[in-house]
């Protein structure tokens, strides 16, 4: 079955930029999404289709996907940031696919 | 507006059945592929199931033959019914809808949490 690996964890200075990376065997032929999660709330889709934002996601959120690794960055960096952060992306044979998640810090 | 919202969750003896609901509004079940994720506690998101648009049933083999999706357009309504269940079900059961594409799922119910134990 295809899997997805991030980084348990990231940590990032309020302003500065954060990015978290999600790798997969040939992750750059498929659409890689990613979702945050904070605490006692449900997913919110942040990045669609690689690196497209859906509406009223702010434009410090952007992503891309080439290779093996699909990338979200956040910059500028806020403290309302802090959350679980989860790729995920479509296999014909495994339907959705997430990652293994990774918490930002914002320190 | 589009929303989602879980119900039928609760606790429940290991080998016991459980159905699961979620009520969809602002736009209609069937046109869109609908799953169910799971997220036990403390743990990352786990894909359940999908049904799509055609009808077409999609499992995790982790609930393959145990688990049931199914949808009642009357209702606008999707569901899980979940059978022979263990302590390993035990989560917070989502539905999401599939979004323009279907391979990403754009909005997400609040949840309801199912309990497995004795």
């Known amino acids: 079955s295809y899997e997805l690996t991030q980084p348990p964890s990231v940590s990032v200075s309020p302003g500065q930029t954060a990015s978290i990376t999600c790798s997969g065997d040939?992750?750059?032929?498929?659409?890689a999404c990613w979702y945050q999660q904070k605490p006692g709330q449900s997913p919110v889709l942040v990045i669609y289709?690689?690196?497209k934002r859906p509406s009223g996601i702010p434009e410090r959120f952007s992503g891309s996907n080439s290779g093996n690794t699909a990338t979200l960055t956040i910059s500028g960096t806020q403290a309302m940031d802090e959350a679980d952060y989860y790729c995920?992306?479509?296999?014909?044979?495994?339907?959705?696919?997430f990652g293994t998640g990774t918490k930002v810090t914002v320190l | 507006e589009v929303q989602l919202v879980e119900s039928g969750g609760g606790l429940i003896q290991p080998g016991g059945s459980l159905r699961l609901s979620c009520a969809a509004s602002g736009f209609t079940v069937s046109s869109n592929y609908m799953s169910w994720v799971r997220q036990a506690p403390g743990k990352g998101l786990e894909w359940v199931s999908v049904?799509?648009?055609?009808?077409?049933?999609y499992y995790a083999d982790s609930v393959k033959g145990r688990f049931t999706i199914s949808r009642d357009n009357s209702k606008n309504t999707l569901y899980l019914q979940m059978n022979s269940l263990r302590a390993e079900d035990t989560a917070v059961y989502y539905c999401?809808?599939?979004?323009?594409?279907?391979?990403?799922?754009?909005?997400w119910g609040q949840g309801t949490l199912v309990t497995v134990s004795s």
């Open positions: 040939k992750l750059g032929d498929k659409y």
């Open positions: 289709q690689d690196s």
């Open positions: 995920q992306a479509w296999d014909s044979s495994s339907n959705y696919v």
């Open positions: 999401a809808r599939g979004g323009v594409g279907q391979q990403w799922l754009d909005y």
């Open positions: 049904i799509y648009s055609g009808g077409s049933t």
